[in-house]
């Protein structure tokens, strides 16, 4: 079935680059997405990417998308506290109910 | 923001009894999702709804059911909850985005306590 697997953690220092990864297995997903999850809050859409594309930027934000290996990465630079949240990567075939399949999350902590 | 509410915010309850969450939304969106998160499975989906009476299942729905009389309320229920169901409920909905994927708009979320 679909799956879709992230590292639990990842620690980083403020101004330094962040990269969290994803790889999911399902090989006809038409939508790569990253969502964002500050504590007792619910999930924010950050960026997506079609499955056409193999890159996408967004300000502080870049996404990069290797179809072949079915990896999705999300780098983050210039890091700050405020960016210390759970992300989520999630990959839908998209259709008439775009449902989503959600990795397990990584908790991004950023040190001072 | 698609202006989503869920009610209550928190609740404890005891196994076997009944229980209702509630979702608002005022955006008129057509797609209602409901999901669960728990640590070290992401989220995932309970039930989702693509209309007015039209519900289907997602791939946790055992235990679960679900209504959807008006397009802006939709409401999950526990006819009897057991304490494999003390998680985080969040609700969301689906707008079509021009020129860019489909985002699904999450509410604030219930945190549930079975006991």
């Known amino acids: 079935g679909e799956d879709v697997e992230q590292s639990l953690f990842l620690s980083v220092r403020e101004g330094d680059s962040s990269v969290i990864n994803c790889t999911y297995t399902?090989?006809?997903?038409?939508?790569l997405y990253w969502y964002k999850q500050e504590p007792g809050a619910g999930l924010q859409l950050l960026t997506y990417?079609?499955?056409?594309?193999d890159m996408k930027q967004d300000q502080r934000l870049t996404v990069l998308l290797n179809k072949k290996d079915k990896h999705l990465s999300l780098r983050i630079a210039d890091t700050q506290t405020g960016d210390s949240a759970i992300y989520f990567c999630?990959?839908?075939?998209?259709?008439?109910?775009?449902?989503?399949?959600f990795g397990t999350g990584t908790l991004l902590a950023v040190q001072p | 923001d698609a202006g989503i509410t869920q009610s209550p915010r928190h609740k404890v309850t005891e196994t076997g009894t009944p229980v209702t969450l509630r979702c608002h939304q005022t955006?008129?969106?057509?797609?209602m999702y409901w999901y669960r998160q728990d640590p070290g499975h992401g989220l995932r989906l309970i039930h989702y709804?693509?209309?007015?009476?039209d519900t289907d299942k997602g791939e946790v729905s055992d235990g679960y059911s679900v209504s959807r009389s008006k397009t802006e309320d939709f409401l999950l229920t526990l006819e009897s909850a057991t304490s494999s169901q003390t998680s985080v409920y969040f609700c969301?909905?689906?707008?079509w985005g021009e020129g860019h994927g489909n985002e699904q708009f999450f509410g604030p979320g219930t945190r549930l306590t079975v006991l």
């Open positions: 990417i079609f499955s056409n594309m």
């Open positions: 999630a990959e839908s075939t998209g259709g008439a109910t775009n449902k989503l399949i």
């Open positions: 709804s693509y209309g007015v009476k």
């Open positions: 969301a909905t689906l707008t």
């Open positions: 955006e008129n969106h057509r797609y």
């Open positions: 399902d090989s006809s997903s038409t939508y």
